[in-house]
């Protein structure tokens, strides 16, 4: 009798705990909304080139996303199935750029693609400069969101069973084939639930972007920007439009993706 009171009361603790904690976490988005007003909202979006630092932001993280797409997806592969030689480097490689503190991958890129190296000066030949550009921000956004992608692609492959393919590959199918109607369909919650993340996390790209692509203006410069200029009830509405775009996505793809893994 005292075991089971026992058990229930540590049960009921770790829910207080568990509950405490999510409050918690939730705690900076319920401050945000107790401290907006519509009309403050209405405001500051009515103001005059409002929405063009949100057109910016949006246009750079949908390329930033294409490209990490396309690069992303073989080296997330090849690491599930470990078709890469010396596979614990290539993994470092991808973890290293997750863990530099944003603001270091800025100032790191300067020496890397500034106008002054080598790899900036071959790029003013086909007319892109990494500083201060919107090809500047692309690259800044790419840095910043492509080990989230290429991490979660790699789970999401690594968690199909390459017994799958060889079966495929059995019945006639080719690498590729099998690829496509096997592999892919298998991963797609989890690569959607990837690239939905890598999405909010190019939105939301700064410290980078702070040192190579402090102009033109995106969403997270506007906000720093404004805070700087006229104050925090000022850039509050801005941050708002930023949660609104970026974080339905990943809610939604985190939705399906639990809802696909039941079925499966």
Excluded at 14 to 33: D, Y
Excluded at 131 to 144: I, N, Q, R
Excluded at 150 to 177: C, H, M, N, S, T
Excluded at 243 to 253: K, N, T
Aim: zero cysteines; aromatic letters at 8%.
């Amino acid at each position: 009798m005292l075991r089971g009171s026992g058990v229930r009361a540590g049960t009921g603790a770790a829910l207080i705990g568990a509950l405490v904690v999510w409050v918690a976490l939730l705690g900076p988005i319920i401050a945000l909304f107790a401290h907006l007003s519509p009309a403050a909202v209405v405001s500051s979006l009515r103001q005059p080139g409002a929405f063009q630092p949100l057109l910016t932001s949006v246009e750079a993280s949908l390329l930033a996303l294409a490209v990490i797409l396309l690069l992303g997806t073989p080296l997330a592969y090849m690491m599930a199935r470990g078709r890469l030689p010396l596979p614990r480097v290539w993994e470092l490689g991808v973890i290293l750029p997750l863990l530099t503190p944003p603001l270091v991958i800025g100032l790191l890129l300067i020496f890397m693609v500034g106008p002054a190296t080598p790899l900036g000066g071959a790029l003013s030949h086909l007319n892109l400069t990494a500083s201060d550009t919107f090809f500047a921000l692309v690259v800044a956004e790419v840095y910043e969101a492509a080990p989230y992608y290429v991490l979660g692609a790699a789970a999401a492959f690594a968690a199909v069973d390459p017994e799958l393919e060889q079966a495929a590959a059995i019945l006639g199918d080719g690498r590729w084939r099998a690829w496509r109607r096997v592999t892919l369909p298998l991963a797609a919650p989890g690569l959607a639930t990837a690239l939905a993340v890598t999405w909010a996390r190019a939105m939301g790209a700064f410290g980078a972007v702070l040192i190579i692509a402090y102009h033109p203006f995106g969403l997270p410069m506007q906000i720093w920007v404004t805070l700087q200029e006229t104050g925090l009830s000022s850039a509050l509405p801005f941050a708002l439009v930023l949660l609104v775009v970026a974080l339905p996505l990943p809610v939604g793809a985190y939705i399906w993706s639990a809802r696909a893994r039941r079925r499966l």
